[in-house]
């Protein structure tokens, strides 16, 4: 089992930042790599960033490159805090943003949830 809680959404304006945090803890943890996930209403979730259990790669897809960082601080093999820090944020990022366990490696991580959190609402309007 893991357990995985976000925090630090809220309201921005456009061009605006903001740095999300995932708490994750559980004694399964060291088998899965941990990734930032989005969805907003009607659509489809979306995979954005992977940080790989293996060596700590970080992963992007397109539409986040440039503007997103994922890192990690790890305290011990079942306690980890991931971040996603978001720059320059236009109302297409508007969304709930959730933090998720994924392949270990990354591989595939845009479709691949296994365990996941409650998220936390991103608002990006002027």
């Known amino acids: 089992q893991v357990q995985l809680a976000e925090s630090g959404g809220g309201s921005v304006q456009p061009g605006g930042s903001l740095r999300l945090t995932c708490a994750a803890s559980?004694?399964?943890?060291?088998?899965?790599?941990i990734g930032w996930f989005r969805q907003a209403p009607g659509k489809e979730r979306e995979g954005l960033a992977c940080?790989?259990?293996?060596?700590?790669?970080?992963?992007?897809?397109d539409s986040v490159k440039g503007r997103f960082t994922i890192s990690k601080v790890s305290k011990g093999d079942h306690d980890a805090t991931v971040y996603l820090e978001m720059n320059n944020l236009t109302p297409d990022d508007a969304a709930l943003y959730f933090c998720?366990?994924?392949?270990?490696?990354?591989?595939?991580?845009?479709?691949?949830?296994?365990?996941r959190g409650q998220g936390t609402q991103v608002t990006v309007s002027s």
């Open positions: 998720a366990t994924t392949n270990y490696h990354c591989s595939g991580f845009e479709s691949l949830v296994y365990y």
């Open positions: 559980g004694r399964s943890l060291d088998f899965y790599a």
């Open positions: 940080i790989a259990r293996s060596d700590n790669s970080p992963n992007y897809v």
